[in-house]
């Protein structure tokens, strides 16, 4: 794999942590969780966000290891093969907590 794949793939993630962004907008936890399009939504952005780590170079996963690119893969296959128990309450952390630490992380990888 090229560095030019994985940067396709960063702006993937990059992309789908914006648009997480967009679709809370300023919600609330409660608001959220009332929310059903936009869980819907942010969830196929973390759904996107595991894939694309998943196509990362391996070289590439290595040289960012402060990065726990299993742990965002482990989401994603636990969005997909666990869609009954959805754990919205973990959605909502993950977009408020964990994805704007991954975007800050994906901006400076970027050129």
């Known amino acids: 794999m090229t560095t030019r794949d ?6 993937h993630i990059l992309d789908a942590i ?13 608001k959220f ?20 780590t998943k196509n990362l170079s391996e070289d590439f996963r290595n040289k960012h290891k402060q990065i ?7 989401m994603r296959d636990k969005l997909i093969h666990g869609y009954f128990g959805v754990d919205i309450n973990a959605v909502w952390d993950t977009a408020k907590k964990d994805l704007p630490i991954l975007k800050t992380a994906i901006v400076k990888m970027l050129p």
Not at 33 to 52: K, N
Not at 68 to 74: M, S, V
């Open 68 to 74: 726990p690119w299993k742990d965002i893969a482990g």
């Open 6 to 11: 994985n940067l396709v793939y960063l702006k």
């Open 33 to 52: 969780s009332q929310e059903s399009l936009v869980q819907d939504g942010v969830i196929r952005q973390i759904e996107i966000i595991g894939e694309a």
């Open 18 to 30: 914006n648009k997480a962004e967009e679709y809370i907008g300023q919600m609330n936890e409660d």
